[in-house]
């Protein structure tokens, strides 16, 4: 694989048969939205008075947050902090947290039962400075605005020098190519305002979306049920940041048969344990001072779900990435972050819905299939948009050699 | 487990003070509620379960209805119910415990908190603390994003799921129309026959209850449910058996509004804190890019 790739390396095809694979779960999810849209959500969810909120906001909002964190922490890493040699990780981190807000976005309008008021939020006269919900939905507005800038260049990258029109538009293209240049100068000078904006709004709409929980006080299991759920929640979105950088670059290297970046994903690795020790000495310091420990031996759904939540996503990717032949290992810096994501990914579905007991329950939930099209769906397209982006835009470095 | 939650509710509340000391700012800008606010008591004890408040409740409010005679009808107390989007008030029967071996009926139906976690959820202020006690929803600002029903303690706000382009948050509406702006009782409480539920200004209603808890000690629970439960609520009850046994939550006597919007102020009050993090940020950039130039 290594000579292809220095060699002669040709792009892959858009299409493999795993493409047309999930290319088929997106059009399942994109029915099922249609059916959403035109039947209402009585229709397709299995939404009722006791559980409000399924996985379109557990999967698609909350885990789509953390899991789009990585975007904040390159350029923390590497902008901010100028850590060396990051340099090939910022794009792709950054389109993947592009293509996961935006999903956010679009998957909260699925949830919303007026999604044609969402823009409510903005009219000051709507404003509800004491609502968690609102900082995040405030934040998550000018993040996902912060992100669409910081991806121009990207944009003026691809069709800078290049600007070649069809036909009777050929007359524009010397004005096009000057728009681009001033774009791009302009867009130097002000960068650096909008990397540590975005960085600043990220820290903020994590943390709130821990908040946002708190206020639904008992009916969270008190295993997660705190008020340090806030910092619970940031610091989490930290690890799993690094992470999901990690994992996708190893899965977007197999995919477009690349040479594994091992050696910087190593060295970003490296950030993990430290990461994952603060978070567990937080959960720790949490539980003891709240005596929750009573809890864990409890053998309910609750306890067991706290355990694995621990075991794999915080002790086995910890103990992995403690050893430098392993974080030097593909295989094994793999699957520590894939464990990583996991963890965070259940932590998030056990406070959202696993631990959200409602007082009086007639049945419990389980989201209705048609939910989950729409989340699969949105995964699938979140997936062959980033495909199209890195086969078609300057985003992975050796793919552009 | 009851008990635990207690604890646990209880640190939730000390950890709630300690923050709003700490960010030493008032907890919330309480909607300001007038003195003389309205409440409504509910004895149970009078309660006899012919449910002419859930007829009454239907009719004011155009929720679909059946004719009176049918709410005599005892075998929906085989179940017990919850509030619905077609149904603000239900009244659930359980097993008395006391002398006469008879019945204890409950109505169910939002109980107006005085600083609601559901107005504290709301991103855009749909739903807001009326001055004189009702908790009101304006649908045309609503989204729909459901968050206050996550967040009520007491499970109380429906959703219409079934409507495709205008589903709403439906809940009791203490009447508004009919008490503040009409100066009528609410339906369920004209309705009444034995005077189970009363109308009137909250301070006195809490006054009326410990009179009879003191002129019937051995017959009430010396609790008035609502006086302080999440930092009290408009609707109140008495009974003469523990609340818990006949479907009232435990509740810290704190509301959970308090310590998260504690939370949010302390961190984002003024933007104190976005603005600090964004100049240190600031600062590492310039310096770490110096040095790298240095080298």
Redesign the interface.
């Known amino acids: 694989m290594n000579n292809i790739t220095t060699l002669s390396y040709e792009k892959p095809r858009f299409f493999t048969p795993g493409v047309w694979v999930i290319t088929l779960l997106a059009s399942v999810g994109l029915l099922s939205l249609l059916v959403r849209f035109?039947?209402?959500?009585?229709?397709v969810?299995n939404?009722?008075?006791?559980y409000?909120?399924g996985i379109w906001i557990a999967v698609d909002v909350a885990c789509g947050v953390a899991l789009a964190a990585g975007g904040f922490m390159t350029a923390?890493i590497a902008?901010?902090?100028?850590g060396k040699g990051y340099k090939s990780v910022i794009r792709p981190a950054l389109l993947t947290a592009t293509l996961g807000y935006t999903f956010v976005a679009l998957g909260?309008l699925t949830?919303?039962?007026?999604?044609y008021?969402?823009w409510?939020?903005l009219l000051p006269k709507?404003?509800?400075?004491?609502?968690?919900?609102?900082?995040v939905?405030m934040c998550v507005a000018s993040y996902l605005t912060v992100l669409y800038i910081e991806f121009l260049p990207i944009v003026v990258d691809r069709f800078k020098g290049r600007v070649n029109l069809p036909g009777m538009l050929k007359t524009f293209n010397g004005f096009f190519e000057r728009f681009l240049k001033i774009l791009d100068v302009s867009l130097k000078k002000v960068m650096?305002i909008f990397i540590?904006?975005g960085?600043?709004l990220s820290?903020?709409h994590q943390?709130?979306l821990g908040?946002?929980?708190?206020?639904?006080?008992?009916?969270v299991h008190?295993l997660w049920?705190t008020?340090i759920l806030?910092l619970l929640f940031l610091l989490s979105a930290f690890v799993v940041g690094f992470a999901m950088v990690i994992f996708e670059s190893l899965i977007a290297s197999k995919s477009f048969n690349l040479k594994p970046e091992v050696k910087v994903l190593s060295r970003l690795s490296r950030f993990i344990p430290i990461l994952l020790l603060i978070y567990l000495t937080a959960k720790l310091i949490d539980m003891v001072?709240?005596?929750?420990y009573?809890y864990l031996f409890t053998a309910s759904l609750d306890s067991i779900m706290y355990w694995i939540e621990i075991i794999i996503g915080i002790a086995i990717p910890f103990t992995i990435l403690m050893f430098e032949k392993y974080r030097n290992n593909q295989t094994w810096l793999f699957t520590a972050a894939a464990s990583v994501i996991f963890g965070v990914v259940l932590n998030r579905i056990n406070v959202y819905l696993i631990g959200?007991t409602?007082?009086?329950v007639?049945k419990p939930y389980f989201p209705a299939w048609t939910e989950i099209a729409v989340t699969v769906g949105f995964i699938s397209l979140i997936i062959l948009l980033y495909r199209f982006f890195a086969l078609n835009f300057p985003v992975i470095e050796d793919m552009e050699n | 487990m009851g008990i635990?939650?207690r604890?646990?509710?209880k640190?939730?509340a000390i950890?709630?003070g300690t923050?709003a000391g700490v960010s030493s700012l008032k907890a919330?800008?309480k909607a300001k509620l007038n003195p003389d606010r309205f409440g409504v008591l509910s004895d149970l004890t009078y309660c006899i379960g012919c449910r002419k408040c859930e007829w009454a409740c239907n009719e004011a409010n155009d929720l679909p209805n059946q004719p009176l005679d049918s709410f005599s009808d005892t075998s929906v107390f085989e179940q017990?119910r919850?509030p619905?989007?077609e149904k603000y008030t239900v009244v659930n029967s359980y097993a008395d415990k006391g002398l006469d071996g008879g019945a204890l009926n409950v109505k169910v139906q939002c109980m107006h908190c005085e600083n609601p976690?559901c107005?504290?959820?709301?991103?855009?202020?749909a739903l807001r603390k009326h001055p004189d006690g009702p908790v009101t929803y304006n649908a045309s600002?609503?989204?729909?994003?459901?968050?206050c029903?996550?967040?009520c303690?007491?499970?109380i706000?429906?959703?219409?799921?079934?409507?495709?382009?205008?589903?709403q948050v439906r809940k009791c509406t203490l009447c508004l129309e009919r008490t503040i702006e009409n100066e009528q009782l609410p339906a369920c409480v004209e309705v009444c026959p034995t005077e189970a539920i009363i109308f009137g200004h909250r301070e006195e209603l809490i006054d009326v209850a410990h009179e009879r808890i003191k002129k019937n000690p051995d017959k009430y629970i010396d609790h008035v449910y609502g006086e302080h439960e999440v930092g009290g609520t408009s609707w109140m009850y008495l009974s003469n058996q523990p609340f818990n046994e006949i479907?009232f939550?435990e509740?810290?006597d704190n509301s959970?509004?308090e310590?998260?919007?504690s939370?949010?102020?302390g961190?984002?009050k003024g933007f104190s804190?976005?603005i600090m993090?964004?100049s240190l940020?600031?600062i590492?950039?310039k310096v770490?890019?110096k040095?790298?130039e240095n080298e």
């Open positions: 035109i039947f209402g959500l009585g229709a969810t939404l009722d008075n006791q409000p909120w923390l902008h901010i902090v100028h909260v949830d919303l039962g007026r999604y008021n969402m409510h939020i709507y404003w509800s400075p004491n609502s968690a919900l609102f900082e939905g650096t540590i904006l960085v600043v820290c903020m943390s709130s908040t946002l929980m708190v206020l639904a006080s008992v009916k008190p049920q008020p806030p001072t709240r005596e929750t009573v959200f409602p007082l009086y007639d | 635990e939650r604890e646990f509710l640190t939730l950890a709630s923050l919330s800008d017990m919850r619905t989007s976690p107005v504290s959820a709301c991103i855009v202020g600002a609503c989204i729909g994003c459901r968050y029903i996550i967040t303690p007491f499970q706000p429906t959703y219409e799921y079934e409507k495709v382009l205008t589903p479907g939550p509740l810290s959970p509004a310590l998260t919007e939370i949010q102020h961190i984002f804190g976005p993090l964004f940020l600031g590492i950039m770490m890019k040095e790298e």
